[in-house]
């Protein structure tokens, strides 16, 4: 299954929807920076439309909850180190599991994060941008 059939499924079986609702509130809180980044961009001589400029100010921002993102890492370690602990047969060093699992998931991670925030607004994207106008 590819990255995006599983962000569909999830999308569908609507477990993405604290994700939904952390877009919805990040959009609202940052309507005048997405406008001015759009004006930036103009000024350019770049000209986007409603929707690229979102993506791209959202690309810029790379989160949509910090604290959230950390608190759904935090769990995605505890659960490498109940992994390990089974597969070791004793409780794992959590430090050593949360740098291992830092050093290499947590890019990975956050460049799906990412993905899944961009699909969640263009498969509601009108929606989000009335939330804009």
């Given at each position: 299954?590819?990255?995006?059939?599983?962000?569909?499924?999830?999308?569908?079986?609507?477990?993405?929807?604290?994700?939904?609702?952390?877009?919805?509130?990040?959009?609202?809180?940052?309507?005048?920076?997405?406008?001015?980044?759009?004006?930036?961009?103009?000024?350019?001589?770049?000209?986007?439309?409603?929707?690229?400029?979102?993506?791209?100010?959202?690309?810029?921002?790379?989160?949509?909850?910090?604290?959230?993102?950390?608190?759904?890492?935090?769990?995605?370690?505890?659960?490498?180190?109940?992994?390990?602990?089974v597969r070791e047969g004793?409780?794992?060093?959590?430090?050593?599991?949360a740098q291992d699992w830092?050093?290499?998931?947590?890019?990975?991670?956050?460049?799906?994060?990412?993905?899944?925030?961009?699909?969640?607004?263009?498969?509601?994207?009108?929606?989000?941008?009335?939330?804009?106008?």
């Open positions: 299954m590819s990255e995006l059939d599983e962000i569909r499924e999830k999308y569908e079986a609507g477990r993405l929807e604290r994700l939904r609702g952390d877009l919805e509130r990040f959009l609202l809180a940052h309507r005048s920076e997405i406008a001015a980044y759009r004006a930036a961009e103009r000024a350019r001589g770049v000209e986007l439309d409603d929707a690229a400029a979102v993506k791209l100010f959202l690309l810029r921002q790379r989160t949509v909850n910090p604290q959230g993102d950390i608190l759904e890492q935090l769990e995605e370690i505890r659960k490498e180190a109940w992994i390990r602990g004793r409780p794992p060093d959590e430090a050593a599991v830092a050093r290499c998931y947590s890019a990975g991670w956050r460049s799906h994060r990412l993905t899944t925030i961009v699909y969640v607004f263009e498969r509601e994207k009108e929606r989000f941008l009335q939330l804009l106008r």
